[in-house]
């Protein structure tokens, strides 16, 4: 565990198996609630930067209200948690046929809905890969709205140049 004030990381750990010994920044977000399709982590401006280095990751605890349920945890490279976010709030905000002005709340007040992340349930292994090699594990449809001219990727994100397969 960190310290306050280390900002973007809120665990640093030390991970070995036998060919790899690596430091990974861990930071961790929380959501409680009763209804896991309703389930969604808010992830502010800073959340959503760049990463750093290739070795920065989240942890999403899924908490339910129910302690005799098991939470549930979704391991998420940076790059993947800053897409999910601009992208499921652009595609939001400027979905076909709501009425403008309906919707006009700033990218910095994104959610990432637990749905989007069902892929990156308890993988632990993607903390021994990194960033650039780790498997985009995100909703299929969220590859085509990152090529959409209405939604696409945030300024200076790593998959601007080139867009991951998934």
Known sequence: MTRDGLERTDILAVLSDPQNRRLVEIQVKTARGANWHKLNWPLGKKSQAPSQHQREYF?????????????????????????????GHMAWL???????????????????????????????????????????????HYRDLAQDPRVGLPEGHAWQSELPLW
């Open 94 to 140: 400027t979905e076909p046929g709501v009425e403008s002005g309906k919707r006009n709340a700033p990218v910095e007040q994104s959610r990432v809905p637990l749905a989007s992340l069902v892929q990156y349930e308890n993988r632990w292994d993607l903390l021994l890969q990194d960033e650039a090699e780790a498997p985009v594990l995100l909703p299929a």
């Open 59 to 87: 942890v999403m605890v899924a908490v339910p209200l129910d302690l005799t349920v098991s939470l549930r945890c979704f391991v998420v490279p940076r790059t993947h948690i800053a897409a999910a976010a601009w992208i």
